[in-house]
């Protein structure tokens, strides 16, 4: 496996960063070991389908946990891609992102 390069480990850092700032209490974070891809554990009673139907009606994408998992796992888990160059754009969405899980949390 190949080392990542400074551009994305600086892009998974603003992600991580805006992750601990924005999201709720209770969100666990899984790091990426080389990659530019973060599983994200928000806390438990979020809906990550649920979560992705809102945010996609925003443009933001994200991928639930659900679809790595063969048995229905994961439901309170996202994976965001932290692959492009990080802009003032980016943030805002990760900080909506984060208002979408609070809300996301509330409707259960």
Known sequence: MTAISAGCADQ?????????????????LNPPQGGYVLWVALPEGANAVALM???????ISLAPGALFSAREGFANCIR?????????QQANALR???????????DT
């Open 80 to 88: 965001l891609s932290c692959g492009a160059p990080w802009t003032p």
């Open 53 to 59: 139907e809102t945010a996609a009606q925003e443009n």
């Open 96 to 106: 909506r992102l984060g208002e979408l899980v609070d809300a996301n949390l509330q």
């Open 12 to 28: 998974v850092a603003q992600a991580i960063d805006g992750i601990e700032r924005y999201f709720p209490a209770g969100t666990r």
